[in-house]
């Protein structure tokens, strides 16, 4: 850890796992020895299993649907279609756009049509098999760019724009004196969680539901099944099952409504687990895009307009399209100044897989784009691309092309001197060289021939927090009281721990405020409010600043208690389980003035946002800006395509190292995530059928794809946000992608304007079609 | 579905022979995706792991008898002297675990044309024993695969081992993977070569093997004459002087021009023809470094 540490608020506690301290997930020895209860191990006695049968067809008409032999199998229990959803028969996270099943139409590969339960999988999937559906097939929309032309199909009634962006800022018709320009493609990335869409729903007495399931927002779930099953929210109760990865993935509902469905009309507890190949088609991915940009700068390097336009590719249903488009366009010139901006951003509806939240949200295929063009950019000038990129880099104070200013910390000249300022790992040398440090690794396809050596970087920036004038907010109840003699602290929230490692943090906030050791994070549910999203890179501001206001609240009461019991003392504290007085020192035990517990509930909102002009994008639209740099050290076999990574470097500012052992694993696992997108992960789509849906063909990272990485964890507090935090996830998600390209770049010397860069792109090898 | 566990290798066989549609599993890492996936659902699995027999190595004659039950990872541990390419291959199967369970048996009873064991076999001119209640044959590598996933084998037998001559001279796997580690070939590469001669007597010097750019594994047998007959022809055994750049680069031609790949999702046919230029010269490039130095020291 580097850098400045500025922490607001009290520090009460000598506390070994209190704020600041890589203190241990409690979960870690099971997840490593597999005894980790995930969502696909949920077990009740007597439960059924639920199944689904979806569309072999990316757009069709449904002609006809026979249940009739499915419904006759011994050991089927129910089969359901679109006539059997009482409620709203659509769901959707910004617009209800999506069938809980479908009824005269099919929109992607993949889409639920109808579903069974049965007293055994393998009875639910014979029941599949003998519904009878008739299609009748259409040519499918899968060109976003075609979708925008006047003529082209409609894939939903209101036209196939999902959102149009218009960010419009200083001088339209700006001139400049080096302009360069460029189109730019990101694939579509999975977020590959290894936990398949899970869960186990049981029917209650009151005819309601109880529903154990892996998700992200559990009160957003909830709003939506609900409403499909036509029952009031509080007879829709959620608990948070083991997640097994989420990403971005888990926003959406898969099973929700249909294992719900199932259990109340068998009026037994049904399970629905997902294959792996299904659970390709169980969640949304990230939006491929078309990004066209061009920059205009001065012979001096400074930057003087940009214009771009980016089409992200929605897919058949809205989703999370709208939010996904208003942060590529709002983020969509980088961390950088420029006076004069004129970008349009369109999500659009296809017949391709529908597309949503991943980590990094939009901001991932801008920074592709944006630096890319400021590489390009400082070829054309002969600078050096960090120089270039320092020359206009934002900072506090500076202006977003929304115009919204930025008012807390934005580190971006000193995190792009941080990374280039390290040393370099050795170069490559001699034909000895331990080929697992070599492109292809352990497949033995070079012993040093072909190989070059490139360096690039990659700074992006990201949102935190939900925006756009939304009303974010988390919600905690915190209850001190005793358990056996000894005072303890009961955590309560609705935010989901989806990996990142939130139970940990929000024991270490009640550790910190309240002085005690002993916490209980109980498991989220929907028996209290809202904790919002596990999303953009949210719950340590969000249900972190709801935590500690409780436990303020808690201790306010305590020390109201010892006021009482010892007038005079103005000054008291609590800290190591003891009443202390700031004069005097300890006073009393904790234990002594909790005959009656002390308990808070506390709904906990940021600042607010504000919406965006639609005609010109302005607006303070977002909470909190996060920054991170990379710089990329690549081996390139440069005859066979072939590439490793050497080094990562990574800089970035988290505000507040609340656990730095978990930042430090975000930064990894975020970069991790980068890589993949750079080099291998795409879900391949022709004819909106999706060609690789597994793992074996989607593939993802090994630790011989990961190099070791160098971090630099600044800590500049935001003091807008608790303890001075800033989000984590997402930034070092963004910009490894780009650092890794452009490394490549540097090795080959080829233009690359396509992610994930395949070894046909490096060789010139593609297919017919391409050449 | 049944579960068939025989403990002998001839109450095996005699289970294969009343239930020919049992599918025949040991490590089961590709029988038992399929299964996961719900691409295959076979009446009957045969369990060949209690089968002791299958699991032994030893030697028959001048070749080598490697049961068709033995793991990757040993013939890593234990057979990476004899048998250095095939060494070289079973590093490239899959992850640690893969490896502990996934055999060469398997490789061959799957024929899927991505198996890594496939160009090795072909490049030595190993012979795969297939036994049933009616006897027991060997089938030589190059004329074991009918099509992807298809081989001769009959529907009563089970592939028990294979025999293999051990290396007389250097041998080179080589395999691409859009990743550095646990990939499925987008195409492979096997090259042996024999100075002496073979252990069997038959076939030529040279010995190659091309893996996942055609519908079966394919020699490319243009390649190994071509290559034969210029050592022979100037001398280059004995001199074992380093090979002009006109007679690797033609040798990568040709191994190139032996493939019949397809564009797929994991690579396309022109990448897949270029690649496997490259990796013949390379692997040539290496083994021919190792004939040179190994002479040396003869010398």
């Known amino acids: ?771 | 579905m049944d579960f068939l566990r025989p403990a002998t290798l001839q109450q095996a066989l005699e289970a294969k022979a009343e239930r020919p549609a049992a599918v025949p599993i040991a490590g089961g890492t590709d029988v038992m995706v399929e299964i996961n996936f719900d691409t295959r659902r076979p009446d009957a699995l045969l369990d060949l792991n209690q089968v002791a027999e299958l699991a032994e190595i030893g030697s028959d004659g001048g070749l080598l008898r490697v049961g068709a039950c033995v793991s990757y990872a040993r013939i890593i541990g234990e057979l990476g002297r004899e048998l250095p390419g095939l060494a070289l291959a079973s590093r490239t199967v899959g992850s640690p675990q893969i490896r502990n369970r996934g055999t060469v048996g398997g490789n061959l009873g799957a024929a899927s044309p991505a198996g890594d064991a496939h160009p090795v076999l072909l490049a030595c001119d190993a012979l795969v024993e297939a036994a049933s209640v009616r006897g027991t044959r060997l089938i030589p590598a190059a004329g074991f695969y009918q099509g992807p996933k298809r081989s001769v084998l009959a529907p009563d037998e089970l592939i028990t081992a294979f025999r293999i001559g051990p290396a007389m001279g250097p041998q080179q796997f080589a395999k691409i993977g859009t990743r550095n580690a646990m990939v499925i070939a987008v195409c492979s590469f096997a090259l042996s070569l024999w100075p002496q001669g073979r252990p069997a007597g038959t076939g030529g010097t040279i010995g190659t093997g091309i893996g996942s750019a055609g519908p079966v594994p394919l020699r490319a047998t243009d390649a190994e004459e071509f290559l034969a007959a210029e050592l022979a022809s100037a001398g280059l055994w004995e001199s074992g002087v380093a090979l002009p750049s006109t007679v690797t680069h033609t040798f990568g031609e040709l191994v190139a021009g032996a493939a019949r790949p397809i564009d797929d999702v994991r690579g396309t046919a022109a990448y897949r023809r270029h690649a496997l230029s490259v990796l013949a010269r390379r692997t040539l490039g290496w083994t021919w470094d190792s004939y040179r130095k190994g002479a040396r020291q003869c010398a």
């Not at chain 1, 299993?49 to 990316?58: I, K």
Request: with cysteine; proline share 6%.
């Open chain 1, 1 to 771: 850890m580097t850098g400045t540490s500025t922490a607001t608020g009290p520090r009460t506690s000598p506390t070994t796992s209190g704020v600041g301290q890589s203190a241990g997930r409690p979960d870690a020895r099971q997840k490593v020895t597999g005894e980790f209860a995930y969502s696909s191990d949920l077990w009740l006695d007597g439960m059924i299993w639920g199944a689904t049968l979806r569309s072999p067809h990316p757009r069709a008409v449904i002609d006809g649907l026979d249940i009739g032999a499915a419904l006759r199998l011994p050991g089927c229990h129910a089969v359901l279609t679109h006539d059997d959803v009482p409620g709203r028969k659509v769901y959707g996270l910004e617009h209800a756009d999506q069938p809980v099943l479908a009824s005269d139409q099919v929109r992607y590969q993949g889409e639920p049509v109808a579903i069974v339960a049965a007293d055994h999988p393998e009875t639910a999937r014979r029941a599949l098999g003998k519904i009878k559906v008739s299609y009748t097939e259409l040519e499918p929309l899968t060109d976003a760019r075609a979708a925008l032309e006047t003529a082209a199909p409609r894939v939903h009634d209101g036209g196939n724009v999902v959102r149009h962006v218009k960010i419009r800022k200083g001088d339209p018709a700006a001139v400049a004196e080096l302009v360069v320009s460029g189109e730019y493609q990101v694939g579509m990335q999975d977020q590959a969680f290894l936990g398949p869409e899970s869960g186990l729903a049981v029917p209650a007495e009151d005819g309601g539901v109880d529903l154990f399931v892996a998700t992200q927002w559990l009160h957003a779930d909830r709003t939506q099944v609900a409403a499909c099953l036509g029952l009031p929210e509080d007879m829709v109760r959620i608990t948070l099952a083991g997640v097994g990865g989420a990403f971005g993935a888990r926003e959406d509902l898969s099973m929700q409504v249909h294992a719900c469905l199932l259990a109340l009309r068998t009026g037994k507890p049904v399970k629905m687990v997902y294959s792996r190949e299904e659970s390709f088609f169980g969640h949304v991915h990230r939006h491929p895009a078309t990004l066209h940009y061009e920059h205009g700068a001065a012979a001096d390097g400074k930057l003087i307009y940009v214009r771009a336009d980016i089409v992200l590719d929605g897919g058949a249903y809205a989703s999370s399209s709208t939010a996904v488009a208003a942060n590529a366009a709002t983020l969509g010139i980088g961390p950088y100044e420029v006076p004069n901006v004129r970008l349009d951003c369109r999500a659009v509806y296809t017949n391709n897989p529908p597309c949503g939240a991943m980590r990094g949200f939009g901001a991932v295929q801008a920074c592709f784009a944006y630096e890319s063009q400021m590489d390009k950019l400082a070829a054309g000038l002969g600078l050096d691309p960090v120089e270039l990129r320092v020359r206009n880099a934002m900072h506090e104070g500076s202006v977003m092309p929304t115009g919204q200013v930025v008012d807390s910390a934005a580190p971006v000249a000193e995190l792009l001197r941080r990374v280039s300022g390290r040393p370099l790992p050795p170069a490559a040398a001699g034909t000895d060289r331990d080929i697992r440090g070599l492109p292809g690794g352990v497949s033995n396809t070079t012993h040093g021939e072909g190989v070059v050596r490139g360096i690039g970087y990659g700074i992006g920036i990201k949102n935190v927090c939900f925006s756009e004038g939304f009303d974010d907010y988390s919600t905690a109840r915190v209850r001190l009281h005793l358990i056996g003699g000894e005072p303890a602290a009961d955590v309560h929230t609705a935010a989901a721990e989806v990996g990142q490692g939130l139970v940990t943090l929000q024991g270490q906030i009640a550790r910190t405020e309240l002085g005690v050791e002993q916490v209980r994070v109980v498991p989220a549910d929907t028996s209290i409010g809202s904790g919002g999203s596990s999303s953009a890179s949210r719950q340590s501001y969000m249900t972190g600043g709801a935590v500690r206001a409780a436990c303020e609240q808690v201790r306010e009461q305590i020390l109201e208690r010892g006021r009482g019991l010892f007038p005079g003392h103005e000054d008291l504290s609590v800290s190591g389980g003891k009443l202390v007085s700031a004069r005097d020192g300890a006073l009393a035990a904790l234990a002594d003035l909790l005959a009656e517990p002390a308990e808070a509930t506390v709904t906990w909102r940021h600042r607010g946002t504000s919406p965006l002009d639609p005609q010109t994008g302005q607006g303070d639209a977002h909470v909190q800006y996060a920054f991170a740099a990379h710089r990329a050290v690549v081996d390139v076999d440069t005859e066979l395509g072939l590439v490793k990574v050497i080094e990562l470097a990574c800089a970035q500012d988290v505000g507040r190292a609340m656990n730095p052992q978990a930042v430090e694993g975000q930064i990894h696992g975020g970069t991790a995530q980068g890589l993949g997108l750079a080099l291998m992960e795409e879900i391949q789509v022709t004819g909106g059928k999706v060609r690789n849906p597994s793992f074996t063909d989607y593939l993802i990272p090994t630790i011989l794809d990961m190099p070791p990485m160098k971090l630099d964890v600044l800590e500049l507090a935001d003091p807008h946000a608790p303890y001075g935090l800033r989000g984590v996830g997402e930034p070092p998600t963004i910009s490894s992608t780009p650092a890794i390209v452009a490394a490549i770049r540097a090795a080959t010397g080829l233009a690359l304007t396509r992610v994930p860069v395949r070894p046909e792109h490096i060789t010139g090898t593609g297919p017919e079609r391409d050449a």
